[in-house]
């Protein structure tokens, strides 16, 4: 079993749509959760994080953790095209954002696409 | 301020060569990564910096070798490329200063590799 997984997608929604991206995962020991955005042929950016459990917005964006289901989501309200990207969540420990001196532990995206 | 750098940014190599790929950070960052992402499996840390002489192995180190001597540069060498390391390598950088747990990792471009 995957330290963490995701639905790799694609997923196709009209503009305007709400999007929910979701990963699991196993580790008991993860505390920070973070979601990267990565357009086509560059490299990741950081989107979003939360610590430990509960929500976070940021505009249109709203990132949810479940500690006890092991399971974080990211919303999206009021989808553009410009959003049309890959979405990766990450993971670390008590390390933080970069994990540390332990390594960060990536799902492996979501392929999103909104369409006009 | 470019941020990351990272050349070439296409390359292709008959097995058994080898190659450096370049990695410059203009931020004054301590901390340096380099990552490969496969379709499918996420980003895997490869090495990692944390500082001008000081690297160490991430989780997938065989066949890649690194050095670091200077803050801006973290050079990532291939001595005898197989098709096994086709991928798409992005190199990454982080402050770590007095707030280190939310400081973020900032990702190059990426250099595609096709070794055949």
């Known amino acids: 079993q995957k330290e963490v997984e995701q639905d790799p997608g694609p997923l196709s929604v009209p503009e305007g749509a709400i999007v929910s991206l979701n990963c699991t995962y196993s580790n008991s020991a993860f505390q920070y959760f973070m979601w990267y955005r990565q357009y086509s042929r560059k490299g990741p950016e950081l989107l979003m994080y939360?610590?430990?459990?509960g929500n976070k917005e940021d505009g249109r964006f709203t990132a949810q953790v479940d500690k006890s289901s092991k399971y974080i989501s990211l919303f999206i309200r009021d989808s553009q095209p410009s959003d049309s990207a890959t979405y990766l969540c990450?993971?670390?420990?008590?390390?933080?954002?970069?994990?540390?001196?332990?390594?960060?532990?990536f799902g492996t995206g979501t392929q999103l696409k909104v369409e006009l | 301020n470019a941020g990351v750098t990272q050349t070439p940014k296409f390359r292709i190599l008959k097995i058994g060569q080898s190659m450096t790929l370049q990695c410059t950070q203009d931020m004054n960052h301590n901390y340096m990564y380099w990552y490969r992402q496969d379709p499918g499996m996420g980003l895997k840390l490869i090495y990692y910096s944390v500082g001008a002489g000081i690297t160490d192995k991430g989780e997938v180190p065989n066949g890649y070798n690194v050095s670091r001597s200077t803050t801006e540069d973290f050079p990532l060498r291939l001595e005898l490329a197989a098709p096994s390391q086709t991928s798409v390598y992005f190199c990454?950088?982080?402050?770590?200063?007095?707030?280190?747990?939310?400081?973020?990792?900032?990702f190059g471009p990426g250099t595609r590799l096709t070794v055949l």
């Open positions: 939360t610590y430990s459990s």
């Open positions: 990450a993971m670390s420990g008590p390390g933080g954002l970069t994990g540390g001196g332990n390594k960060l532990t």
């Open positions: 990454a950088s982080s402050r770590q200063g007095t707030d280190q747990l939310t400081d973020t990792q900032y």
